[in-house]
Nanobody, 126 residues
């Protein structure tokens, strides 16, 4: 079993920055890709960013490309999401996810991930 715990969410003004962290514990050696998803109220959970095991390959949603940066530190079993130029439409609960599978292409769908954190709220005020 793998446990994921997000932190770093909060309230920021438009144009501000925030860094989310996700610490993995348990059977972390089983983790391959890791990603971030977000879900706004009454909206579907959507892909934000993902990174492969080595950290050498990333993928971003078009809506955040150029503003967000995903990274990971395997020694700390932690994945990060640096969010810059935040806007009100970025307001959502952000979820960390981990994939057990080895994939040629990084997963961008929720069903491609096996473990999920509890989520952390990010609110951007205008």
């Amino acid at each position: 079993q793998v446990q994921l715990v997000e932190s770093g969410g909060g309230l920021v003004q438009a144009g501000g920055s925030l860094r989310l962290s996700c610490a993995a514990s348990g059977r972390t050696l089983c983790i391959s890709d890791m990603g971030w998803f977000r879900q706004a109220p009454e909206k579907e959970r959507e892909f934000v960013a993902a990174i492969n095991r080595s950290g050498g390959s990333t993928n971003y949603a078009v809506s955040v490309k150029g503003r967000f940066t995903i990274s990971r530190d395997n020694a700390k079993n932690t994945v990060y999401l640096e969010m810059n130029s935040l806007q009100p439409e970025d307001t959502a609960v952000y979820y960390c996810a981990a994939d057990r599978n080895f994939r040629i292409r990084i997963g961008v769908r929720t069903y491609e991930y096996d473990y999920w954190g509890q989520g952390t709220q990010v609110t951007v005020s205008s």
